[in-house]
């Protein structure tokens, strides 16, 4: 039986002729756009990420203390709300990083008269005050403490990039939502010709007796079946555009926002599109069975 | 003989605007199993109107219809699947599916109802048998003539055994020879122990058939003989 009913929606899908490919394109269009911009939007939410966990406040100390009070230091600054980890860097510490960060220049350092660099204190802050107004109270927290210095640091360029992964994500699910009502009413007129074109059958299916799944499953499946092709070349074209672009982009994005790949959609997100295909073009066929 | 068909004190009055017009007036029939019944009458007599009924394509404005044991007027929509599953069904026109074969047309049937695939090859060959149409299995309906039409669609209504068969002037568009080549197959239906309802405007066939004729006139059973 299920047979019958699929070999009834891909007859009818031929009767609907252009007007199904013009509901399939739309699909694959709207599919495409959404899945583009939400393979942006995914990429970008690593870098957000890596970059957020790379988040350091540092404060510079007014003078460097001894090893005793270094360590009661850390102690009291870790329980500073909004602190995850302390890191105490002294003044020694902190040459030899200089030098490291230096290399072949390092030489330079051994003419200075003193070691000019603060002792300091590295803080990673807690996920929570990983925003930019958590970031500011921890700020100003650190900045109260009477051995501070100077504090510094800010999350507000990794949240301006969260902003524009945000921002991505609603064009693209604007795009794709504007594109998917277009397909979905597209595939709801392919039904309706399907419907006027195969009028005969229904009569006859009444007469004999068929069930009414029986008569409105074709028209469901067809529209599914409009959906799921869609769903499967915009994939195709992601994964084919995704292969030769990424490659050529990765350089750049590697020094731009450290991400050393871009990453395709995971199978779950695959699903997800091909499941939204099947369901935008099943519910153009459901909308236009109402008149079946 | 138990009632196949039951038919009490039925009306069916249509509406035109704020005018009523009666297409059946207080209509009363029982046909039992095995009859072979001629419905005859005038063009508006009520004839197609009645066989609607019995298919329930339609309900009465008033009165009570059994057929095949259903009380037409309490069918849930599953139910009015399963009385039409027991009807054969055919008109003046053939109502064939123009893209498909004559096998195609007559397999559709088996195929939406959910026979089994391999049922159907046989019991289509089967039904084109009985009506003489075997060897033109492979052709499509705008290469039949209208006899034959006629004979795929009967073989389309009786190919599920449907135990009742009405017949809404299957010979309405054929010429004598043709006429008489589907009234043998109606009557080879009917030897084959299916009630065959069978409604034509023309007295002069059902005389020739000499079977129970009910004629109506003006939606009222006016003669009932044989």
């Known amino acids: ?292 | 003989m138990p009632a196949m068909i039951e038919v009490v004190r039925v009306w069916k009055v249509y509406s035109v605007g704020p005018v009523k017009v009666p297409a059946l007036s207080d209509v009363c029939l029982r046909i039992t199993k095995g009859e072979f019944v001629v419905l005859t009458g005038p063009s508006g007599a009520g004839k197609t109107t009645l066989l609607r009924l019995l298919y329930r394509d339609d309900l009465p404005t008033e009165g009570d219809i059994q057929v095949l044991g259903y009380d037409l007027g309490r069918l849930r929509q599953g139910e009015v699947a399963a009385l039409r599953r027991s009807i054969g069904v055919v008109f003046q026109d053939a109502k064939l599916l123009p893209v498909r074969t004559v096998y195609e047309n007559v397999a559709f049937v088996l195929r939406v109802l959910g026979t089994p695939r391999r049922e159907i090859t046989q019991r289509v060959f089967d039904a084109l048998r009985v009506v003489g149409l075997s060897s033109r299995a492979q052709a499509y309906p705008a290469q039949l003539s209208q006899g034959e039409a006629q004979r795929a669609s009967l073989a389309r209504a009786i190919v599920r055994k449907p135990p009742l068969l009405l017949a809404d002037e299957p010979t309405g568009n054929l010429d004598q020879a043709m006429e008489a080549e589907i009234l043998d197959v109606l009557r080879d239906i009917w030897a084959g122990g299916t009630t065959v309802v069978l409604a034509t405007h023309r007295a002069d066939l059902a005389r020739m058939l000499r079977r129970r004729t009910i004629t109506l006139g003006s939606g009222r059973v006016v003669k009932d003989e044989g």
């Open chain 1, 1 to 292: 039986m299920l047979g019958f009913l699929i070999g009834e929606a891909v007859r009818d899908l031929r009767r609907a002729g252009r007007v199904a490919v013009s509901a399939v394109v739309l699909i694959t269009l709207s599919l495409a756009a959404l899945g583009g911009f939400w393979l942006l939007s995914l990429n970008l939410e690593r870098a957000v990420a890596r970059w957020r966990e790379r988040v350091r406040v540092i404060v510079y100390l007014k003078r460097e203390p001894a090893p005793s009070e270094a360590k009661a230091l850390v102690e009291r600054v870790r329980e500073v709300p909004g602190v995850a980890g302390v890191l105490y860097i002294s003044k020694t510490d902190a040459l030899v990083s200089l030098k490291q960060l230096l290399g072949k220049d390092a030489s330079v350092v051994a003419q200075l008269p003193a070691n000019p660099l603060p002792a300091s204190l590295e803080v990673t802050p807690a996920a929570a005050a990983a925003t930019p107004e958590g970031a500011r109270a921890l700020l100003e927290r650190l900045s109260a403490l009477p051995e501070a210095d100077e504090v510094a640091g800010s999350v507000d360029w990794v949240e301006r990039l969260s902003q524009w992964q945000r921002l991505l994500t609603t064009i693209g699910l604007g795009i794709g939502v504007v594109l998917a009502v277009a397909a979905l009413l597209t595939v709801t007129t392919a039904t309706t010709l399907i419907l006027h074109a195969r009028r005969q059958e229904t009569e006859i299916m009444r007469l004999v007796g068929a069930s009414e799944m029986t008569i409105r499953l074709p028209l469901l499946l067809q529209g599914m079946l409009q959906g799921l092709t869609g769903a499967v070349i915009a994939l195709a074209a992601l994964v084919a555009t995704h292969s030769v672009v990424a490659p050529r982009l990765e350089p750049l994005v590697n020094i731009t926002l450290d991400l050393p790949q871009l990453a395709f959609l995971s199978p779950i997100n695959v699903l997800a599109l091909v499941l939204a295909g099947a369901l935008l073009g099943g519910l153009g066929g459901w909308l236009a069975r109402a008149k079946a």
